[in-house]
């Protein structure tokens, strides 16, 4: 179902300086992205755990590859569509972190096991419909997925209710041959930007005890439940340290953005930094107006726009293809037409899926240019 | 510098009944598409004006080429990267309704019109450095490019300020050879969405005198003014009623989307309709919520998010690949896991940018896959 995609238009070449970079366009900071890898897995905040980095934060093979060169025990993806692009790249182990309904797509991720017999391929349920459209498939291709039930610890957006419902879906996992059940999925998403650490840690507190407490109804009838996954950015050292879970899904920590930033830091975890950029040219200036050339369909604003990555000017606005910032104070650089400033994003996932490719620097020069391959994978 | 692009997951085939499409994707119902299509070019509100549509809304080649075959000029593009895109589609007359900077992109502009030497290409200026850095990449190229002179006529975003700015703009143009003087880009980007008629209509008054004083000021120099061009979905009766403007940019109005439906609409206006939809599936479903899968991938949320096309329910929360539904009211469908309700864009040009291809569909069967050619297209 995946053809190769090709590349389009090449902001940058290797040995550009960072002015010579066509714009808009993901810049990667080489030093930081490393630094960020290396703190995650040498923090004790997830020592003992299995690390299964979140790949839709990236949606790039060549991150994957360094997640799990750096110690991660494969990827999380969210959707079908997007394991297949990380299973083409050589990722051998992917948990489709969500549920999937429709014959489309359950005969989709079927083949995809199918296809990849040597790769690990799980995915989430929290209905017995979604169970049975999946076993349907898998049997039809002679395929075998990993199945982990989905609990709701506190998001409201999917997963069963209960212990009981999680036995009881459970149950119907194991009456299908070709299903492997596996554990929980117990991902709490709205927990991760609670901004104090006050608030995140007793999100997860309350999660954990739901997951403990299906995790051993599980086991008491006799059920297995070999992992039980969560956590993203803003919360897996809680996680970590709960007892319970055993597997944690940090996505943004290796690029981070705004939004994580206005997290208050917990001393306890790595002191992630912002590793990724866009880099803009002003197409425009006035007095202490400049209008860059990016805008929504260079970066997502769902968290808010992104923020210059220097001091002394403002967003005013952002429109389709544009950035109106303004000067407030003296501090920070005078912006001329042509210069090209570097804006950090909002939120990474969203601004991430709106390009083809990032542009990788080390010390201002480009040393690389790493497709985003999983860009538009939504189905 | 353009490659083909290829297609990665296709979401239909020709004969799919609705329930069969992949999701998310969007769907085009052909016929109100065709009606909004009719409905500008017949309209009075557009009689004796030129209609270049803006293809920053659709990025389609195929939607470009209907709306070419019905009466328009030619289009715009706001990115040389997109001008490549459309000029490679077959499209000859081309209008970059934006300001260009930096030696790659006037570069990559008058290697175009060298590539394509039958078709019209015009881009817009607000400074004389970007004037001399385009002429001399025309000089160089031995290319020739139309010029237009944007004024600010109240957005703030670009444009010189007024008639004497303008006046001294058009002289360093005249001073190049390989530009032609073509005459003024006056748009008025953020009265669009002003939300009643009088604030429109006012905002486009204010706009046409200024415009209306910087033709004559040019006029009066002996400089050419040929074109006075500018409006959008949401003021171009007004710029067409001003006896100023000669050529209107809508780029919406052919698809529409939530935001333009809280205009408060003018009788004089053709009365356009909501043709594109994005198909998603209910992945999850617990009593009153149900969870699609699309979110912040799959649409735009900067001007509010999708709505759902049907009564009785309301977005409760969008994620990166979720939309949280919950129930208001009796009206309006029951949805159950594996549904596929459809949802209203928010926003239809950061959305269309979002996919690889628009489903086109005809009484709820596929009648066409359409590439969006220029998704991504930022440079």
Redo the contacts between chains.
């Keep these: 179902?995946?053809?190769?995609?090709?590349?389009?238009?090449?902001?940058a070449r290797v040995g550009d300086a960072l002015h010579?970079i066509?714009?808009?366009?993901l810049v990667l900071d080489l030093d930081r992205f490393e630094a960020n890898l290396e703190r995650l897995m040498r923090s004790s905040t997830v020592r003992g755990m299995r690390v299964r980095p979140h790949a839709?934060s990236h949606k790039c093979v060549e991150i994957a590859r360094r997640q799990i060169a750096a110690g991660a025990v494969g990827i999380c993806c969210?959707?079908v569509?997007e394991a297949e692009v990380f299973l083409a790249g050589g990722i051998e182990d992917i948990l489709v972190s969500?549920?999937?309904?429709?014959k489309?797509?359950v005969t989709a991720l079927a083949s995809l096991a199918v296809r990849y017999p040597k790769a690990r391929i799980g995915v989430c349920v929290?209905?017995a419909?979604?169970v049975r459209q999946l076993a349907t498939a898998c049997r039809a291709l002679s395929a075998e997925v990993d199945v982990y039930i989905e609990l709701?610890v506190g998001h409201?957006?999917?997963?069963v209710?209960d212990t009981a419902a999680v036995v009881d879906l459970a149950r119907e996992v194991k009456l299908h041959r070709n299903l492997k059940l596996r554990g929980l999925q117990a991902y709490y998403?709205?927990a991760q930007h609670r901004r104090t650490v006050r608030e995140r840690r007793q999100a997860i507190t309350l999660a954990a005890g739901l997951a403990g407490a299906a995790r051993d109804g599980l086991l008491a009838e006799g059920l297995t439940c070999d992992v039980v996954t969560g956590g993203g950015t803003g919360t897996f050292p809680y996680e970590t340290g709960s007892g319970v879970y055993n597997e944690v899904q940090p996505g943004s920590y290796v690029l981070m953005d705004v939004d994580y930033g206005k997290n208050e830091f917990d001393p306890i975890a790595p002191a992630f930094e912002p590793a990724l950029y866009i880099l803009c040219?002003?197409?425009?200036?006035?007095g202490d107006?400049v209008?860059l050339?990016?805008g929504?369909?260079?970066f997502?604003?769902?968290s808010g726009p992104a923020m210059p990555a220097f001091e002394g000017w403002q967003v005013r606005?952002?429109?389709?293809?544009?950035t109106?910032l303004i000067r407030v104070g003296n501090e920070g650089p005078n912006l001329v037409?042509?210069d090209k400033p570097l804006l950090i994003p909002g939120?990474i996932?969203?601004t991430i899926?709106?390009?083809?490719v990032i542009v990788v620097s080390r010390n201002d020069v480009v040393v690389d240019v790493w497709p985003i391959e999983a860009?538009?994978?939504?189905?």
Excluded at 156 to 159: E, F
Excluded at 317 to 322: K, P
């Design positions: 179902m995946i053809l190769p995609m090709k590349l389009r238009w090449t902001p010579e066509d714009t808009p366009a839709k969210q959707k569509s969500n549920e999937v309904i429709g489309r797509k929290d209905d419909k979604q709701d409201g957006r999917a997963g209710p998403g709205s040219s002003v197409m425009s200036a006035r107006r209008t050339d990016a929504l369909k260079a997502s604003t769902d606005g952002v429109s389709d293809e544009h109106i037409l042509g939120h996932d969203p899926n709106l390009h083809d860009r538009g994978a939504v189905f």
